[in-house]
């Protein structure tokens, strides 16, 4: 799990900055009742974001340029974005806002609720968000091209995995994770595979995420790399 020293930093960080990520949740319908778990959620949450915007700011700074931090909505069920309706976790480019189910149904249904694989589903849609505001190369897909579609979608998801390594070595570095927390990691992408038989009816005809070995191989790969150019799955093979 992510331990209470990362969440204790984390939260001087934000008193220091005198800044606090943003996060705002759906008034669209009204919200159950809350309890001690979903404030513990909630601050788990809060704290992944502040660590993914020093992480990600301090990148930028490096390239000569400025992280432009993305708002985090959370919400019940499903809601409307300027991407459609959503629900689970997805991020929109249209907005640059990561929509979010605290209760994490997909989660909850292959069993991983850890705290670790919580804050790797939030990295991961921070990692999108990377994509959509830096200087990505983003193959252009010919309509039509059904399997030109499936590896351009393959590219993305696993570049969002090694992103979500790059933050991940990041904290670690910070003596703020452990062994099981990678454990964890891995565990959680290994069960989200494309190969997996309970995510057969999941993906769509063109979208598909990387298989088992894939996610986790470049996942390790962010654990290993320094920066975003590490990560380009548009050039090296998937």
Not at 19 to 29: F, N, V
Not at 47 to 60: D, K, P
Not at 163 to 188: C, I, K, M, N, P
Request: with cysteine; charged share 20%.
């Amino acid at each position: 799990m992510v331990r209470s020293s990362l969440v204790t930093a984390s939260l001087l960080a934000i008193v220091t900055w005198l800044h606090a990520p943003t996060i705002c949740e759906a008034a669209e319908a009204a919200p159950p009742a809350a309890n001690a778990s979903d404030d513990d959620v909630k601050q788990l949450l809060s704290v992944v974001l502040a660590e993914t915007e020093h992480f990600w700011g301090a990148t930028f700074k490096a390239g000569g340029s400025t992280y432009e931090e993305p708002k985090l909505v959370l919400f019940t069920g499903s809601i409307a974005t300027a991407c459609g309706a959503v629900s689970g976790t997805s991020y929109c480019a249209a907005d640059h806002r990561i929509y979010l189910d605290p209760a994490f149904p997909g989660l909850r249904e292959i069993g991983s609720t850890g705290d670790f694989a919580k804050a790797l589903i939030l990295a991961r849609e921070v990692g999108h968000h990377v994509q959509n505001i830096s200087e990505v190369p983003h193959p252009d897909v010919t309509d039509g091209n059904q399997q030109a579609a499936i590896i351009r979608s393959e590219q993305v998801e696993l570049q969002a995995d090694c992103f979500a390594g790059l933050w991940s070595r990041y904290v670690w570095d910070q003596h703020l994770l452990e062994d099981t927390d990678l454990t964890q990691a891995r565990g959680l992408l290994r069960a989200l595979g494309d190969d997996q038989p309970a995510n057969a009816s999941r993906n769509s005809t063109a979208k598909r995420y990387g298989t088992s070995e894939q996610r986790i191989r470049w996942f390790d790969r962010g654990l290993a790399g320094k920066a975003i150019a590490d990560c380009n799955t548009f050039a090296d093979p998937l």
